[in-house]
């Protein structure tokens, strides 16, 4: 079963390129036969892994059309990693255009999933799940909105978790490699923007009783927020750190982290907190992490938090609300046994959706997709035969 997998990719930075690249590396462990990356490129990648077999400009409606054709004669079937802003177009509707000329079977996992669309947004949400014969989302609340203002079938949706890299919480190691020995850590990290609700945190530090107390933020900014505002947001933040006396406590290191220096940083943190203001956010790949690291993690409930820290796998507290931050700060670093416990169940949890159980999950779904889909529209032996043949050789763009 040959997979065509569309997103972005690295060497882009965005939380989907790197979820797209995941995914793929997830997969070859469950396939021995062929599939491929066709990437979305904004211009600013100078080259792509071997793996990338066909790039999409992204404002460029034409080329979806030609990957579509493209894909009919490699692929046995094509998985599209859905965000709205990645793809060209109303509310990035480019993709219907490739969608509109796929004759192999779909499955659209899709990163957000709004409560409140506007009418383009609704559109083309809708009209890609309709021509999708699978749909994949990470929460159950994902599902419901599907169903409640999408009007998605049941049997056509899908949870699959996020996965999380293997991590090997050796916390010590990993605290003196960093120079953090002796500090409790609490960490935030991914994409620096104002939605991120850094600030709350920075208050929050205030009001925390450990004298050893280091609060890390690990990212560099946006490259869509540097294009617009340059880095105010960071300037914003470093202000009132300075202002605040607490520049021994909080530092913002401002770099990309590789998955490597990344794993090093969650191994080592105690804590991590998302302080996002807005509910509606329907997947967090920082979060997940987090969870996968072992880390106790603490968040204001927005959607995807709530149902990835339920039972007992971590702490929610209000939007905005600093004091209440701060008071399960103290409470996890006051109480040692408090903290292990969060740990704990968030290490267990982290295990059940390692990378390796999710491309397990998705290998199953796309064989399962990919069954019904010959079974309904192509009845002939020879057809199926003939889709399941797969071409190991490599091919070019």
């Given at each position: 079963m040959r997979v065509a997998i569309i997103g972005t990719y690295p060497p882009r930075q965005c939380g989907i390129a790197t979820f797209t690249q995941d995914l793929y590396k997830?997969?070859?462990?469950?396939?021995?036969?062929?599939?491929?990356?066709v990437a979305i490129s904004d211009g600013s990648e100078l080259s792509f892994p071997e793996e990338v077999r066909l790039c999409i400009a992204r404002n460029e409606q034409r080329e979806y059309i030609d990957a579509a054709q493209y894909i009919n004669t490699?692929?046995?079937?094509?998985?599209?990693?859905?965000?709205?802003?990645?793809?060209?177009?109303?509310?990035?509707?480019?993709?219907?255009?490739?969608?509109d000329h796929l004759k192999v079977p779909v499955v659209s996992n899709l990163h957000t999933v709004l409560e409140k669309?506007?009418?383009?947004?609704?559109?083309?949400?809708?009209a890609l799940c309709e021509r999708s014969n699978a749909v994949t989302v990470m929460t159950e609340k994902a599902i419901e909105l599907l169903r409640d203002v999408f009007t998605v079938p049941v049997e056509k949706m899908h949870c699959v978790s996020?996965?999380?890299?293997?991590?090997?919480?050796?916390?010590?190691?990993?605290?003196?490699?960093?120079?953090l020995a002796g500090?409790?850590?609490m960490l935030s990290f991914g994409f620096l923007g104002r939605g991120k609700g850094i600030e709350t945190a920075i208050d929050a530090v205030k009001h925390v009783n450990d004298p050893n107390?280091?609060?890390?933020?690990?990212?560099?900014?946006?490259?869509?927020?540097?294009?617009?505002?340059?880095?105010?947001?960071?300037?914003?933040?470093?202000?009132?750190?300075?202002?605040?006396g607490l520049a021994d406590k909080i530092k913002l290191i401002n770099t990309f982290a590789s998955e490597d220096l990344l794993i090093e940083?969650?191994?080592?943190?105690?804590?991590?907190?998302?302080?996002?203001?807005?509910?509606?956010?329907?997947?967090?790949?920082?979060?997940?992490?987090?969870?996968?690291a072992g880390a106790a993690v603490i968040s204001t409930p927005y959607w995807y938090a709530?149902?990835?820290?339920?039972?007992?796998?971590?702490l929610l507290f209000d939007f905005k609300n600093e004091k209440a931050l701060a008071n399960q700060i103290n409470t996890l670093l006051d109480d040692p046994l408090v903290l292990a416990k969060y740990r704990r169940n968030a290490a267990t949890y982290g295990r059940m959706i390692s990378w390796q159980n999710v491309g397990k999950q998705y290998y199953e779904l796309l064989k399962t997709v990919g069954v019904k889909t010959i079974e309904i529209s192509t009845p002939s032996r020879q057809k199926v035969k003939t889709l399941f043949t797969a071409d190991s050789s490599r091919l070019s763009s």
């Open positions: 997830a997969l070859p462990r469950e396939m021995n036969e062929d599939h491929a990356i490699h692929f046995d079937m094509c998985v599209i990693q859905h965000e709205y802003g990645i793809f060209g177009g109303d509310a990035g509707d480019f993709i219907l255009s490739l969608t669309p506007n009418p383009v947004e609704h559109r083309v949400l809708k996020h996965g999380v890299p293997t991590f090997d919480y050796n916390q010590v190691k990993a605290k003196n490699k960093l120079g500090k409790s850590v107390f280091q609060y890390l933020v690990l990212g560099s900014t946006h490259p869509n927020v540097l294009r617009e505002e340059g880095d105010s947001y960071r300037t914003f933040l470093q202000n009132k750190i300075d202002e605040n940083y969650l191994t080592a943190c105690d804590i991590y907190v998302t302080p996002y203001p807005n509910e509606n956010q329907i997947s967090s790949g920082t979060l997940t992490f987090a969870i996968g709530k149902d990835l820290l339920a039972n007992d796998r971590g």
